[in-house]
């Protein structure tokens, strides 16, 4: 990591090999799109290395590479919001309802050769609580210790474990056919 | 103290069903708690399950990441190093230059009170005296908008100069 600080290529390349897979994975599960999140992904570590001067080694590199990324993607969902024309129809009750349009090429869990599985657990995440789901898609994507999540979220420890313990309660329900 | 079934089930998804990594008193809670071994059991296969979910690392991405940072500049006080350092050398120039302040300036400072400082600053100063003749006289000679213009070009090509040194610092890419 110091190494890294000081400019040293090697140092950052190893960097980026040991943390791509996670950013990517937790991009694209919160973003929900393949193709997005690898671009996101390479915007965080550019935005990391121009910013290598001003990271506090006192702190985790995790921590704050993983604040980068949960920004741009958070960004990237907020201008999405704002450009996207939504497609909807309404229930039963009259009430609008978003229908999201099927792309087999953008799913985040594509990867996973039992498809059903793969479905049930994107349902399941998407159906999470926000609180609840960002804080899995930490935990399980990025691989975040219970500390570097409270740190990121800057909430007490205790919050992070009973949150997360909700929010498994939530999964193990969801996902009981494949448990 | 015995452990509470809330308490050993944060601990069971805090370490992904690893009964083996429980504190004692969890552990000694889960022997007689048959709901809570069933979801440790659980708690396992949901922790397989979505450590499988994460993508695998992809090598190609990682290039393309290397060569984005290598044809990106840090943004490091290094990077204007160079650029400081010459507005320095000009307004110490300028100083030197300027004639009487110049002299003013050095005598100011300790251990310039030798002769040879001073007639150095002195000639500094003569020269200065003879570039100021010689802008005032271009000045009254040049009209106003050719002047402008002269000005404009210094700036652009100080700009142009300090883009040419970042874009050669650009060059040093991943190897």
């Known amino acids: 990591m110091s190494l890294a600080l000081e400019g040293d290529q090697e140092a950052l390349a190893a960097l980026v090999a040991r943390y791509q897979r996670r950013v990517t994975g937790f991009l694209t599960q919160l973003i929900g799109d393949v193709e997005v999140a690898r671009d996101l992904t390479q915007e965080t570590f550019l935005r990391v290395w121009g910013a290598l001067d001003r990271f506090d080694p006192k702190y985790r590199f995790s921590t704050w590479l993983f604040r980068i990324a949960h920004n741009l993607g958070v960004d990237h969902l907020r201008r999405r919001r704002l450009t996207t024309t939504s497609l909807e129809v309404e229930d039963r009750e009259g009430q609008p309802v978003e229908v999201a349009v099927a792309d087999g090429s953008k799913d985040p869990l594509g990867h996973f050769e039992n498809v059903a599985l793969a479905g049930a657990i994107r349902a399941a995440i998407e159906n999470l609580r926000s609180e609840y789901r960002e804080l899995i898609l930490l935990r399980h994507f990025a691989g975040l210790s219970y500390q570097e999540i409270a740190d990121l979220e800057s909430m007490p420890l205790g919050t992070v474990k009973n949150k997360l313990f909700r929010a498994h309660t939530v999964l193990r329900g969801a996902l009981a056919d494949f448990l | ?175």
């Open chain 2, 1 to 175: 103290m015995q452990a509470t079934c809330e308490t050993v089930r944060e601990e069971l998804v805090r370490r992904g069903g690893r009964v083996e990594d429980l504190f004692p008193a969890c552990g000694s809670h889960l022997a007689g708690c048959v709901e809570c071994r069933e979801i440790a059991a659980v708690e396992r296969r949901l922790h397989r399950l979505l450590s499988e979910a994460p993508p695998q690392a992809d090598v190609k991405l990682q290039k393309s990441i290397l060569a984005a940072i290598g044809s990106r500049p840090r943004r490091r006080f290094l990077t204007w190093l160079p650029v400081f350092a010459s507005l320095l050398i000009a307004a110490a120039g300028a100083v030197a230059m300027g004639g009487v302040p110049g002299i003013g300036l050095a005598r100011l400072v300790p251990g310039w009170a030798g002769q040879a400082p001073i007639a150095v600053m002195r000639a500094a100063a003569d020269w200065s005296v003879a570039l100021v003749a010689v802008a005032k006289a271009t000045a009254s000679s040049v009209p106003a908008a050719v002047r402008f213009l002269a000005v404009f070009l210094a700036l652009g090509g100080a700009a142009g100069v300090a883009f040419l040194a970042r874009r050669a610092r650009r060059s040093a890419g991943w190897k």
